[in-house]
């Protein structure tokens, strides 16, 4: 099925100057962005069509899963945090609500598929109050997308955003994307949704090395043009623990 979504457009001046974005209020003195996005192809395939395909979190990095659980929430406590301590994960889980996924959907790249660091664009995302820096990829025909066509609110796509300890050591972040369906009815209905997000700490399964595919990146020394119109609050420090205060896990 052809699909479509935008990818980030590099050229020469990318070269001296670090991509940005704009996200505060119109009407701003500067550019918003001084980047373009082009819509592309994706190389996607429907993750029903594929039944002897079952990607997983420890081997894809996402995974397709059947959840009908309203609720599930508990709190423990632990002796001992520090072996919890070695390796963090951040993933991230979507569902539609209210119906099923028709327009706009929501596809996952595997990044089993040759996605190299050379894909991956920082460009800092920038308002009056703060600059956080995101990652945006550019297109490259290699890449391997999936999706679940209608995908209901009973099922959810659990992804991979940050592992310290990836596995099998393969580029650990799954780029994500929503994209217009063009097999979706006239008129079907809105697709709302909803993400959640988890940092998990267990023991590492496994000694590192070295840094790992994706980390730490180089100290980038391009120019911040938004620096010259925008100056954002320094972050406020974070106060140290006292003796007193217990971890919490839930």
């Known amino acids: 099925m052809a699909a479509v979504t935008a990818f980030f457009v590099r ?35 429907d993750i029903r069509t594929l ?45 539609p609500m209210f119906n099923h996924a028709e327009d706009i959907p929501f596809a996952v790249c595997d990044p089993k598929t040759n996605i190299d660091l050379a894909d991956v664009v920082s460009v800092d995302r920038v308002t009056h ?42 580029f650990n972040i799954v780029p994500h994307a929503a994209f217009r369906n063009g097999a979706a009815r006239p008129g079907c209905p809105t697709r709302y949704s909803v993400e959640v997000r988890f940092i998990v700490l267990e023991p590492a399964p496994y000694q590192k090395d070295g840094p790992g595919p994706n980390g730490p990146f180089p100290e980038d020394g391009r120019l ?24 919490m896990y839930f």
């Not at 974070?238 to 007193?244: G, L």
């Open 11 to 45: 050229t020469d001046l990318h070269k001296t100057a670090k991509p940005y974005s704009w996200d505060g209020p119109d009407g701003q003195s500067f550019p918003k962005s001084n980047f373009t996005m082009n819509d592309m192809e994706l190389n996607l395939t």
């Open 51 to 95: 039944p002897d395909f079952k990607p997983t979190i420890e081997e894809n990095g996402f995974c397709f899963l059947e959840n009908k659980s309203k609720e599930l929430s508990k709190m423990t406590g632990a002796d001992d945090c520090k072996p919890y301590l070695e390796e963090m994960a951040h993933f991230f889980i979507w569902r």
């Open 129 to 170: 109050e703060a600059a956080k820096e995101v990652a945006y990829f550019s297109w490259n025909p290699a890449h391997r997308w999936y999706w679940m066509s209608n995908q209901t609110p009973d099922e959810i796509v659990i992804m991979t955003q940050y592992d310290t300890h990836p596995p099998g050591g393969f």
């Open 224 to 247: 911040q043009p938004w620096k010259d119109w925008v100056t954002p609050p320094e972050p406020e420090p974070v106060p140290a623990p006292t003796a007193d205060t217990r971890p």
